[in-house]
C-alpha cells in the first residue's frame, strides 16, 4: 500500500561512452507523435543482475570483461501503446521538461572534473567514524542526565544520525563508499544492520530503482499509482498511503510486503526482487538483521523495555521518518509536476532528471548531502562528498532541466513541509496509458 514497485526482468541501462542516451534530438517536438527510429534506439535492454553493486548498473567495466550468464528476475516486463498526452507547460515560455533534451548522457559525464569520481577510503571512513561517535555519544549523554527536557532533544538528534548511518550503507550499496567491495558490504552490514535494514536485499532494489528512475512501471521507490489501481483501493489503504503522517512510517512494512498489486520481500531470497545467485547475499543480510533484532532483545531484558524504547526505539521511528520524507521529496512535489514515462518514451538520463534536489539546511552535511539527487541519480558511483561539485559542474549543460533546489529559509527545513503536503493532497495517481504522464487528483480537473 506504500506506491514502491518491484525488479522487472527488462531495465534500460545507458552506456558510458554511447552518445546514443539521452538522444541528441531537438528539444522541440509536436504533441502527440510517435518518435522516430532514432529515439528507439535511445535504450538497451539487459536483465537484471548482469553488473555488480560497485557499477551499479552502469557496466564501465564490464565492457571490457567476459560476460556472466544472463539470469532472469520472474517478473514480467509491461508493454505499453505509445500515446502521449498533452504536456505541461512551464512558467519560463515554451519550455517542456518532458521532451527529450538536447544533450546526452556523455556529455553530462564529460562535464564533471575527473577528481569527483576517485573515492578516498579514509575519508569515507572517517565519516564512519564521525557519525558512530556521535551515535554513542548522544545515547550515554542522554542516558546520564535522564529527565524528560532532554529525551525529545535526543530523540530528534538521534534519529537523524540514525539516517545518517543509513546514507552511508547506501554509499557502500552503491560502491561509492571505496573500490573494495569487501569493505563496502562489511561497513553496509554495520550501518543498516543497526538499523534493521537487510543490507543487500535493500541494496538490490535500491540499485533496480536507480535503474529505472522515472518509470512508472518498472521504478522501485514511490513511484505513482495507476489510477485503475487507486479506485480499487478500499477507503484504509487510500487513507494509509496518502494521509499525512501515516504514509511517513511506510519503510519497515515496505521491506517486508512490498506495494500495492505486488508480493514479496527484501528478507526472502526468493522473492522476485531477486536472481537465483543473490540467494546467498539475501540470506546473509537476514543473518545479520536477525542478530541485530536479538541483540535488542538481550539489551531489553539487561536494562528494561523503558530503556530501549528511550534509547532505540524512538529514535529509530524517526530515523524512518526521514528515510520516507526525504525519498518521496526527490521525486514528487516541485512547483511544477515531473513527468514519469513508459514504454520508448523512458530512458535512463530523462529518469534521472525527473528527480528532484533538495535543500535541508543544516542538515545537508549530517545526512551526507543525499540532497544532491540529481548527479547522485546519473551517476551513483561519485562519493558523497564530491556530489555538490559534481552538481555544479553539470548545471551549465542540463539548463532549464535542472531544477533549482528552493532554499532554506533557515538551518532548518520548515519550507519543505509545505512541498509535502501540496504534494500528497494532489498527486494521487497517472492515467493507465500514455507514455508521458503526470501526477492527477479527483479534485482538480484534469485538461
Not at 336 to 359: A, C, F, H, Q
Request: glycine residues 8%; positive net charge; contains cysteine.
Amino acid at each position: 500500500m506504500w506506491g514502491l514497485s518491484i525488479t522487472q526482468a527488462g531495465v534500460l541501462i545507458p552506456g558510458s561512452r554511447s552518445s546514443k542516451f539521452g538522444g541528441n534530438v531537438s528539444p522541440f517536438r509536436s504533441k502527440n507523435v510517435l518518435r522516430s527510429a532514432t529515439l528507439r534506439q535511445q535504450q538497451a535492454v539487459r536483465p537484471v543482475g548482469l553488473f555488480s553493486s560497485s557499477e551499479d548498473g552502469f557496466g564501465f567495466l564490464k565492457r571490457f570483461q567476459k560476460r556472466k550468464p544472463l539470469e532472469k528476475a520472474n517478473v514480467a516486463v509491461p508493454t505499453r501503446p505509445l500515446v502521449v498526452p498533452e504536456e505541461e507547460k512551464g512558467d519560463d515560455g515554451d519550455f517542456d521538461a518532458s521532451a527529450p533534451p538536447p544533450f546526452t548522457l556523455s556529455s553530462i559525464r564529460a562535464a564533471i572534473p575527473k577528481h569527483c569520481w576517485e573515492k578516498n577510503v579514509w575519508k569515507s571512513m572517517s565519516y564512519v567514524a564521525r557519525d558512530v561517535a556521535i551515535v554513542f555519544g548522544l545515547a550515554a549523554g542522554a542516558a546520564y542526565l535522564n529527565n524528560w527536557f532532554v529525551w525529545p532533544l535526543y530523540w530528534l538528534a538521534q534519529g537523524t544520525m540514525f539516517w545518517a548511518l543509513f546514507v552511508l550503507g547506501h554509499d557502500c550499496g552503491h560502491g561509492s563508499f571505496s573500490n573494495n567491495k569487501a569493505l563496502n558490504d562489511f561497513v553496509g552490514h554495520i550501518a543498516h544492520s543497526s538499523i534493521l535494514v537487510p543490507y543487500h536485499g535493500w541494496r538490490i532494489s535500491h540499485r533496480t530503482h536507480h535503474q529505472n528512475h522515472g518509470h512508472v512501471e518498472n521504478d522501485e521507490s514511490w513511484h505513482p499509482m495507476t489510477e485503475s489501481l487507486y479506485r480499487e483501493l478500499d477507503f484504509a489503504s487510500k487513507f494509509g498511503r496518502l494521509s499525512l503522517p501515516w504514509a511517513m512510517f511506510a519503510y519497515p512494512f515496505y521491506l517486508w510486503g512490498r506495494s500495492p498489486g505486488k508480493k514479496g520481500s527484501h528478507y526472502n531470497p526468493n522473492s522476485d526482487l531477486f536472481v537465483p545467485s543473490e540467494k546467498n547475499d539475501v540470506l546473509t543480510s537476514t543473518a545479520w538483521w536477525t542478530a541485530m533484532v536479538a541483540l535488542l532483545l538481550g539489551l531489553t531484558v539487561a536494562v528494561g523495555p523503558m530503556w530501549m524504547l528511550k534509547l532505540y526505539v524512538v529514535p529509530y521511528w524517526v530515523n524512518v521518518v526521514w528515510l520516507d520524507v526525504v525519498t518521496y521529496l526527490h521525486h514528487h512535489g516541485y512547483d511544477k509536476k515531473v513527468p514519469w514515462y513508459r514504454g520508448e518514451e523512458w530512458n535512463y538520463m530523462r529518469g534521472g532528471l525527473s528527480t528532484i534536489d533538495r535543500d535541508y539546511g543544516v542538515f545537508n552535511n549530517i545526512h551526507h548531502d543525499i540532497g544532491t539527487h540529481v548527479v547522485h541519480h546519473l551517476f551513483p558511483q561519485i562519493p558523497h562528498y564530491n556530489l555538490i561539485e559534481a552538481t555544479e559542474a553539470i548545471k551549465p549543460v542540463l539548463g532549464k532541466h535542472y531544477r533549482e533546489p528552493a532554499k532554506s529559509p533557515g538551518p532548518f527545513p520548515f519550507h519543505l513541509f509545505s512541498a509535502l503536503a501540496k504534494s500528497f493532497a494532489e498527486d494521487r495517481y497517472v492515467k493507465d496509458e500514455g507514455d508521458v504522464v503526470f501526477y492527477q487528483n479527483d479534485r482538480v480537473k484534469q485538461q
